[in-house]
């Protein structure tokens, strides 16, 4: 049976690295389809990807009224795909910091797996471009989630992933409100809650060379405060179910 998959790429003033990074995973992953999902962007991203959808039958794109975050456009881009039946749906960035040459890579990641994670953090993974800070901050952002969650994953704020759409219709969508790094956390925390299989294989993230992060000190302090509040109500069930057991 034939796989669809939809790779979704999200987008806002994103006008001279997305016909790059369309262009590579269109080379890279030819009989995939790509959802650009554009928050309105000032500096007409929606305008070329409407003209590039217009000569390309592999390439869509989603209009939406305004900038809203990662999470909520990804949760768009979800429902979008799921309407229409795709098998597999796939985060990444518009600005060529998750490499397309790695997507067949993630595609393909061993085993029975519900979430393939492309991981910086494991053997084989790296990181180019990235001042030490940076890594530190990713690295120990992931430390802090295991430790608090429980969550055996390596590379748990990656961006660059790939959902079974059977899995994503078992979760509880509706309810997701992340951003960001947090997004990613509490998505692969939800795979694993509702008995799913997460593998990570090893990427090359790439620091993006045109426009400006969207990373900010907002986001850190959402990925801060909501994962150590899940790592305590967590905790406190685990206490009452062993309380629960003693009794």
Known sequence: MVTRTLVIIPTYNERDSLPVQVA?????APDVDILVADDNSPDGTGDWADSAAAQDDHLHVLHRPGKAGLGAAYLAGFAWGLERG??????????????????????????????????????????????????????????????????AVHDATAGFRA????TLRGLDLAHVESQGYCFQIDMAWRVVRAGGT?????????????GQSKMSGAIIREALVKTTAWGIKERATQVRRAFSRKG
């Not at 997460?198 to 045109?210: H, L």
């Open 86 to 151: 795709y098998d597999v749906l796939v985060e990444m960035d518009a600005d060529g910091s998750h490499r397309a040459v790695d997507l067949p890579q993630v595609l393909n990641a061993p085993g029975d797996w519900d979430l393939a994670i492309g991981s910086r953090w494991i053997d084989g993974g790296a990181v180019e471009n990235w001042p030490a800070h940076r890594r530190l901050l990713s690295t120990g952002a992931n430390t802090y989630v295991r430790l608090m969650l429980g969550l």
């Open 24 to 28: 590579a995973v269109r080379a890279a």
């Open 198 to 210: 997460v593998v990570e294989v090893p990427i090359t993230f790439v620091e993006r060379e045109q």
């Open 163 to 166: 959902y079974r759409a059977a």
